[in-house]
């Protein structure tokens, strides 16, 4: 379906809002992919806050023009499916590898983060980086891990010294 210009340019102006506010891009080959898969896809992208579009390279182009993501205006060749992360930066990454997973005929193409153009490759190591949930989780542990181990050395002197059985009922009532 032929787009005329007005619709061309809410595109490019909604593509731009989004590019603007994205943590990450992903582009992929999609050639042959079933209905199915697609619409699976898009629901997964809604779930992890991705922003998954089809549209036309030169209006991607356009719409990157001026953010972050400018750096890959000369990688954009073939039908390309565009996932931005918006919430967390290795959701597209992540999507898209889960995806290519059950469909060989998806294949992730460029991969953008932080103003760098990135082999395609590289979309295993974005889709690894952990959610803001576990990355949380894991500055907590390193956080308590000192106390942790103060706790453990006091208890360790306390029972060196005989202490041990005091310490523990004092701290069990």
Avoid: C, W
Wanted: net charge positive; no cysteine.
């Amino acid at each position: 379906m032929a787009l005329n210009l007005s619709q061309k340019q809410e595109v490019v102006a909604e593509l731009a809002e989004i590019a603007a506010k994205a943590h990450s891009l992903v582009a992929a080959e999609y050639a042959g992919t079933t209905v199915e898969q697609m619409t699976a896809m898009r629901k997964k992208a809604r779930e992890s806050g991705v922003y998954l579009k089809v549209v036309k390279n030169t209006l991607a182009a356009r719409a990157v023009a001026g953010t972050e993501f400018e750096v890959v205006k000369d990688a954009l060749t073939g039908p390309l499916l565009y996932a931005f992360s918006t919430e967390e930066p290795g959701a597209a990454g992540r999507l898209i590898k889960e995806f290519a997973k059950g469909n060989d005929k998806l294949k992730p193409k460029v991969v953008s983060v932080e103003g760098k153009l990135l082999p395609a490759a590289h979309v295993e190591v974005l889709a690894s980086l952990p959610t803001r949930e576990q990355a949380l989780a894991m500055l907590a542990r390193v956080l308590a891990e000192p106390a942790a181990m103060f706790a453990r050395a006091v208890k360790a002197v306390a029972d060196k010294q005989g202490g041990g059985e005091a310490v523990t009922e004092a701290a069990s009532a």
